[in-house]
C-alpha cells in the first residue's frame, strides 16, 4: 500500500473542495477502497473521509411518495428500515443478501455500487493482461478461466467480467436515481446507466467524474409486490453467480407492468426490456410467462465455458418473477 494524506471533511462543500487534487478518493465504509489500495487496484494519494457528515445519513420521504437513502446509510438500517421493507422488499432482501453481517454494519448504500468487478485476473497480485488494470494489456479471462463470474450479456473482447454489487440489480429493477454532488455541479443518474459497458470504456467501471461524490440514491414509487434471487456456491458471505430482481404490477387478474433486472451478468445490472415488454397483459402462472421470461434472452452469449449461465438466469428471473407476483 503506498502513502497517501488523509483529510476528514466537516461540510459537504469542504469535500467536494478537498477533492479538487488530483489522484484523491473519498472514504466512507472503507470496506472495498481499503481492499483496492492493499493490492494495488487504486493508489490514491489523498483520501478524504466523508464518514461524518450527518446529512448523508438520512432516510427520508420524497414529495412524489419515494424515499431518498443517504449516501452515508448503512447497508443493515437500509434493509430493515419498515418503509424500505414494506414498500421495496426487493432492494430489503437484495442488500441482506449482500456480503456477511460484520460488512454490512460498516458498508454504505452509496459505496456498495462502487465496489469493483471480482474478476481474479483484474485483482490478481501478479501482473496479468487485464485491460481494467493496465489499458490496453488485453483480457485475460476471454480464453481463460471463465466459468463463474464472467458475462453473459453486453461484453466485448476486452473485458468479460460483471458487476457484483447485489443492491445495484435491485436499484436498476426499481429504476432509482443516484444523486451526485460535483464542483462544478451535480447531477441525477439513472442506476441503470450508472455501470459503464465495456464498448463504451473497458477501463473504466462506472460514469462518475473525479472528484464526484454520490451523496444519495431516490427510490420512486412504492413496489411491495417484488422480490430478490440470489444464486450463489454457499448460502451466505459469497457472490451471486447470478441474480434477480422483479417488481410487478397486477391490474384486473393480469400484469400491467414488469420490470426485471439480472445481476453478474453484465458489467451493469441487465435489464430484461424484451421480457417485460411480453409480460404485460399475461396472466400470472400461465405457460406463456416462462416465454416471455425466455424471450429477454435473444442477446445472451455465453463465453468458453459458461454457457450454464443462460438457463440458470433465465429460471433464476423467472422465479424472482413468481416471488413478485406472490408477493
Same mark, same amino acid.
Given at each position: 500500500?503506498?502513502?497517501?494524506?488523509?483529510?476528514?471533511?466537516?461540510?459537504l462543500?469542504?469535500?467536494?473542495?478537498?477533492a479538487?487534487?488530483?489522484?484523491?478518493m473519498?472514504?466512507?465504509?472503507?470496506?472495498?477502497?481499503?481492499?483496492?489500495?492493499r493490492?494495488?487496484?487504486?493508489?490514491?494519494?489523498?483520501?478524504?473521509?466523508?464518514?461524518?457528515?450527518?446529512?448523508?445519513h438520512?432516510?427520508?420521504?420524497?414529495?412524489?411518495?419515494?424515499?431518498?437513502?443517504?449516501?452515508?446509510?448503512?447497508?443493515?438500517d437500509?434493509?430493515?428500515?419498515?418503509?424500505?421493507?414494506t414498500?421495496?422488499?426487493?432492494?430489503?432482501?437484495?442488500?441482506?443478501?449482500?456480503?456477511?453481517a460484520?460488512?454490512?454494519n460498516?458498508a454504505?448504500?452509496?459505496?456498495?455500487?462502487v465496489?469493483?468487478?471480482?474478476?481474479p485476473y483484474?485483482?490478481?497480485? /501478479?501482473? +496479468? %493482461?487485464?485491460?481494467?488494470?493496465?489499458?490496453?494489456?488485453?483480457? =485475460? *479471462? $476471454?480464453? @481463460?478461466?471463465?466459468?463463474?463470474?464472467?458475462?453473459?450479456?453486453?461484453?466485448?473482447?476486452?473485458?468479460?467480467?460483471?458487476?457484483?454489487?447485489?443492491?445495484?440489480?435491485?436499484l436498476?429493477?426499481?429504476d432509482a436515481?443516484?444523486?451526485?454532488e460535483?464542483g462544478?455541479?451535480?447531477r441525477?443518474?439513472?442506476a441503470?446507466?450508472?455501470?459503464?459497458?465495456?464498448?463504451?470504456?473497458?477501463?473504466?467501471?462506472?460514469v462518475?467524474r473525479?472528484?464526484?461524490?454520490?451523496?444519495?440514491?431516490?427510490?420512486?414509487?412504492?413496489?411491495p409486490?417484488?422480490?430478490?434471487?440470489?444464486?450463489?456456491?454457499?448460502?451466505?458471505?459469497?457472490?451471486?453467480?447470478?441474480?434477480?430482481?422483479?417488481a410487478?404490477?397486477?391490474?384486473?387478474?393480469?400484469?400491467?407492468?414488469?420490470?426485471?433486472?439480472? /445481476?453478474? +451478468? %453484465?458489467?451493469?445490472?441487465w435489464?430484461?426490456?424484451?421480457?417485460? =415488454? *411480453? $409480460?404485460? @397483459?399475461?396472466?400470472?402462472g400461465?405457460?406463456?410467462?416462462?416465454?416471455?421470461?425466455?424471450?429477454?434472452f435473444?442477446?445472451?452469449?455465453p463465453l468458453?465455458?459458461?454457457?450454464?449461465?443462460?438457463?440458470?438466469?433465465?429460471?433464476?428471473?423467472?422465479?424472482?418473477?413468481?416471488l413478485?407476483l406472490?408477493?
Open positions: 500500500m503506498r502513502p497517501f494524506t488523509y483529510v476528514r471533511a466537516e461540510t462543500p469542504g469535500a467536494l473542495d478537498s479538487r487534487t488530483d489522484n484523491t473519498f472514504l466512507a465504509g472503507g470496506t472495498e477502497l481499503l481492499n483496492w489500495a493490492i494495488g487496484i487504486e493508489t490514491p494519494s489523498r483520501l478524504v473521509d466523508i464518514g461524518r457528515l450527518p446529512e448523508l438520512e432516510i427520508t420521504p420524497t414529495e412524489d411518495g419515494g424515499l431518498r437513502i443517504g449516501a452515508l446509510a448503512r447497508l443493515n437500509v434493509a430493515q428500515d419498515a418503509r424500505v421493507e414498500a421495496y422488499p426487493v432492494f430489503s432482501q437484495a442488500i441482506l443478501k449482500a456480503a456477511s460484520q460488512l454490512r460498516l454504505t448504500i452509496g459505496g456498495n455500487p465496489q469493483r468487478v471480482r474478476c483484474f485483482r490478481s497480485n /501478479g501482473p +496479468v %493482461a487485464c485491460n481494467k488494470r493496465v489499458p490496453g494489456s488485453g483480457c =485475460a *479471462a $476471454l480464453h @481463460g478461466a471463465n466459468s463463474e463470474r464472467f458475462a453473459i450479456f453486453g461484453w466485448t473482447e476486452d473485458c468479460v467480467a460483471v458487476q457484483p454489487s447485489d443492491p445495484a440489480v435491485a436498476a429493477c426499481l436515481e443516484i444523486i451526485t460535483h462544478d455541479g451535480g441525477r443518474i439513472p441503470t446507466e450508472f455501470h459503464t459497458l465495456p464498448d463504451v470504456d473497458p477501463a473504466a467501471h462506472n462518475l473525479p472528484g464526484e461524490l454520490i451523496t444519495g440514491i431516490e427510490l420512486g414509487a412504492p413496489a409486490r417484488s422480490a430478490y434471487v440470489k444464486v450463489r456456491e454457499r448460502q451466505s458471505y459469497e457472490y451471486a453467480l447470478v441474480s434477480a430482481a422483479a410487478v404490477e397486477v391490474t384486473d387478474g393480469v400484469i400491467s407492468r414488469a420490470r426485471v433486472a439480472l /445481476g453478474s +451478468v %453484465a458489467l451493469r445490472p435489464r430484461l426490456y424484451d421480457a417485460e =415488454a *411480453a $409480460l404485460v @397483459g399475461l396472466t400470472p400461465s405457460p406463456e410467462v416462462r416465454d416471455a421470461v425466455t424471450s429477454g435473444s442477446a445472451a452469449r468458453s465455458s459458461n454457457a450454464y449461465k443462460i438457463p440458470l438466469a433465465r429460471n433464476t428471473a423467472l422465479r424472482a418473477l413468481e413478485a406472490e408477493a
